[in-house]
Every structure is written in structure tokens, then in C-alpha cells.
């Protein structure tokens, strides 16, 4: 989605090798122009293909990111390209320095609120910066931590000239919904950022021009023993084949899990893992829990932490949501809830404080993980017994409670993950 005043900009840019040397701000000074995008992260992998594979010049591209203080993720919150502009996009860019900022922070609320009402936001800021302002990540790439400290020294408040949006734009302007963005603290003032409009209904087609692209595959994600309890009871239920190894990860070795039963999940109303149960077919169809000794026996794993309030002694559920106006939330609450397009549809769980003392007081545990990498960071979290991202935070002997977790999330494959299971991260 770009403004008209920098669409011309913006189809040059992406219009499909002259050799130059790598841009530092510190020793080739500010940019001949620089353009500001802001929203959805989803689509940060095709944004740096179109930069290295057509925007810039071989050879030319230094990249700088911001580095997340608590997982060490990098580019979560925002990068910024620093090139020259290849040979085939003409004469009014080809050689210039082009430096190209994006902000994912708040997702992609962000590529559509901002832009409207024509809000500036922060945005990274390179320019002036010496080199002993960053840290060396790798081959011309350059990271930091930003927090409230430094803040002011690495973003400014800028207008966003473009926002990158992972779903309908007029999806995600519902007022009084889930899927109506937040807005974010800056970091610079710990506040809100002011003029954040709450009912915005529609885009104006004058004011914009919508450029599709291609379309994004989302998908669910559970912890590494959830996978092996669900690939044991469906082997028993029948739905997967007995050759079926458990902790297999292909395509036939995946279990899965009902539209009904995703969408139980995502409005709240499976507090319990104990609450989804089987018929077993190899002894005498028994219907049986999740938790059954020989469904966990089969898999290979422990009963995760039990509630510890109630006294009802169930498996909550953990689930992972995203922040209101991320556009993974909005699509899944779409498929799966059919909302808020339908009267009476469910509405999505409700968050679990992140810092409560008993998160299993009530039933599901809800998170909801403003960047998409600490979705991961969250499974880990349940899957391993730690707390890293500060959401689990019931300790359960000498490590935090783990879970059994499941959360929608991009399709990106745990590519690090074997055939066979092993290696990777602790989460399918």
C-alpha cells in the first residue's frame, strides 16, 4: 500500500550487475533517497530477496538490524538496507545511494493506521551514526540493541512513505474487535503514539493505491511433545498409519487436528487437554484423554505441569494468539472462528496477563506475542521449562512449568528438524 506521492518511487523500485562497493553511513555519508515502509512482517523474507535479487547493485547492500535483547533475534523490530541502486532501475536511480528502512514493530496495524492518518512513527535511523555505534553481524551486516536508553539515538519519528499489509486491509479496520491494531509504546517516551485513531472503517481508494503481491501460507504450530502425543493418539484413533514413527517430521508423519477442534482451541472454549479425547481402536475402542498413560506411554514423553488452583488437577491448555491487528491473528480468527464477518461468531480467547503469578487460575492460558519470532521463543518456552520471553511464569521445582502449547504462526517449516525428528527447535 503506497501514498501517491512516492508510488512512482516505489514501482521503480520494484521494477525488475553493476559491481559497487558496500554503504556504510560512516564512510559514504546520508543517502540520495531513502524510503520508509512500515507493517506486516510476514513477508520479510520477500522484501530482502527483492532488495539482493533486483533493487541493488551486487555487492553493494549493507544491512543493519535491531537485535532483540531478551531471545537475540535479529531484524525483529526493524532493518534498514543500505545500497546502490542497480543498473536496471533506470537512470534517475540506478547508482544512487538508496536507503530502504522497514518497521515491522506492531505488524501490520502498522501498514495501514500510520499511513491514514498520516501518523509519524519511529523508524531506524542510520544516518550520522559512526561505526562504533553498532555491533559486526556477519559480512556487512550490522545489528543493535534498542531500548529506552538509546532509543533516541536510533529511531526518529518519520511518516511512513509505504505499509506493507499481510492481509485485506478493510479486515483489519473493525473498531471494538480483536483485529483492530494497537497501537505501540515508543520507546523514546514509553507512551502510546499520539493520534492513533479507534474507529477507522474503511480505506480510502483515493488516498492510496493497494498494490497486491503474492499470497502468504499461515499455519498452526505446537510443542515438540504435544506433536508426539498427537502422532500416538491418532495412530491408536486410526487417523495416521501404524508405520508412523513418533517424532517423525514429514509430510505423512504429521498428525493433525480438526477445523472444530483448532477452532475450540482459539476461542477458549478447551480450557484442558484433558477435555480432547479419542476412541482407541487397538484396545477395544476405549475412549481415552490425551493424558492416558498409554498415549504418553507410546510418545515417549511426561504429563506436562497441572493446574495448581482449581484443584481439578486438568492440563491447561497453553495457547499462543498474536497482538490485536497482527495479520496472523486476523486470518485465523477468519478460517477458523469466521470472525468477526458472522453474527454470533466466537471471539478469540482472551489474554492471560503475562506477569500473573497463576497463570492456570482459569482455563486456557493465553499469549499473546507482539513479533512473530517470539511465537517460537514461546513454544520453546512451554516445551522446554523456561522463560525466556517472560510469559511462563509458574515455576514448577527447580525450572518453569512446561506445557503442552499450540499457536498459529507463519507455515514456515522448523527446517532444522531431521526426517527422523532430531535437531532443530523444540516445537513442529
Known amino acids: 500500500m503506497k501514498k501517491p506521492d512516492t508510488l512512482a518511487i516505489s514501482i521503480a523500485l520494484l521494477i525488475g550487475s553493476q559491481s559497487a562497493n558496500a554503504l556504510t553511513p560512516w564512510a559514504d555519508g546520508t543517502p540520495n533517497i531513502t524510503i520508509r515502509v512500515s507493517g506486516a512482517v510476514a513477508v520479510n523474507k520477500a522484501h530482502t530477496q527483492v532488495v539482493t535479487d533486483t533493487l541493488a547493485a551486487a555487492d553493494s547492500i549493507d544491512t543493519f538490524n535491531d537485535a532483540d535483547a531478551v531471545t537475540g533475534s535479529v531484524g525483529s523490530n526493524w532493518t534498514a538496507h543500505y545500497f546502490t541502486g542497480h543498473a536496471n532501475l533506470g537512470a534517475g536511480l540506478a547508482g544512487k545511494k538508496i536507503l530502504l528502512v522497514r518497521r515491522t514493530r506492531g505488524g501490520t496495524g502498522y501498514g495501514v493506521i500510520p499511513l491514514i492518518s498520516n501518523i509519524p512513527i519511529e523508524h531506524f535511523n542510520i544516518v550520522g551514526l559512526p561505526a562504533s555505534a553498532w555491533v559486526a553481524d556477519g559480512t556487512k551486516a550490522w ?72 499470497g502468504l501460507i499461515y499455519g498452526v504450530a505446537v510443542t515438540q511433545d504435544l506433536y508426539k502425543v498427537l502422532q500416538a493418539a491418532q495412530k491408536r484413533a486410526g487417523s495416521l498409519s501404524n508405520s508412523v514413527v513418533i517424532g517423525n517430521y514429514t509430510e505423512t508423519d504429521m498428525p493433525n487436528l480438526s477445523r472444530t477442534v483448532v477452532a475450540s482451541l482459539l476461542a477458549g472454549k478447551v480450557g484442558a487437554w484433558d477435555q480432547i479425547k479419542i476412541v482407541d481402536k487397538t484396545d477395544g475402542n476405549a475412549v481415552k484423554s490425551l493424558l492416558d498413560s498409554s498415549i504418553l506411554a507410546d510418545a515417549g514423553v511426561l504429563a506436562p505441569y497441572k493446574e495448581s488452583t482449581t484443584g481439578s488437577n486438568l492440563t491447561p491448555v497453553a495457547l499462543g494468539l498474536r497482538n490485536n491487528g497482527a495479520a496472523t491473528g486476523v486470518l485465523a480468527y477468519s478460517v477458523f472462528l469466521n470472525y468477526p464477518g458472522i453474527k454470533n461468531a466466537f471471539k478469540p480467547a482472551g489474554k492471560t496477563a503475562d506477569n500473573a503469578v497463576e497463570e492456570d487460575a482459569s482455563l486456557p492460558i493465553v499469549k499473546q506475542p507482539v513479533i512473530i519470532s517470539d511465537t517460537g521463543t514461546l513454544l520453546k518456552d512451554w516445551q522446554n521449562g523456561t522463560n525466556i520471553l517472560g510469559f511462563n511464569n509458574v515455576v514448577d521445582g527447580a525450572s518453569f512449568a512446561k506445557r503442552w502449547g499450540i499457536a498459529i504462526n507463519t507455515a514456515d517449516k522448523n527446517t532444522a528438524v531431521t526426517a527422523t525428528g532430531a535437531g532443530g527447535d523444540p516445537w513442529r
Open 143 to 214: 545489528k543493535q540493541t534498542i531500548s529506552a536508553a538509546n532509543a533516541s539515538t536510533y529511531l526518529v519519528k518519520k511518516v511512513s512513505d509505504g505499509g506493507v499489509i499481510a492481509v485485506d486491509p478493510n479486515s483489519v479496520l473493525k473498531p471494538g474487535t480483536e483485529n483492530y491494531p494497537d497501537q505501540q509504546n515508543e520507546l523514546t517516551t514509553g507512551l502510546p503514539e499520539a493520534g492513533w485513531p479507534l474507529l477507522l472503517t474503511q480505506l480510502s481508494t483515493s488516498a492510496f493505491t493497494v498494490i497486491p503481491t503474492a
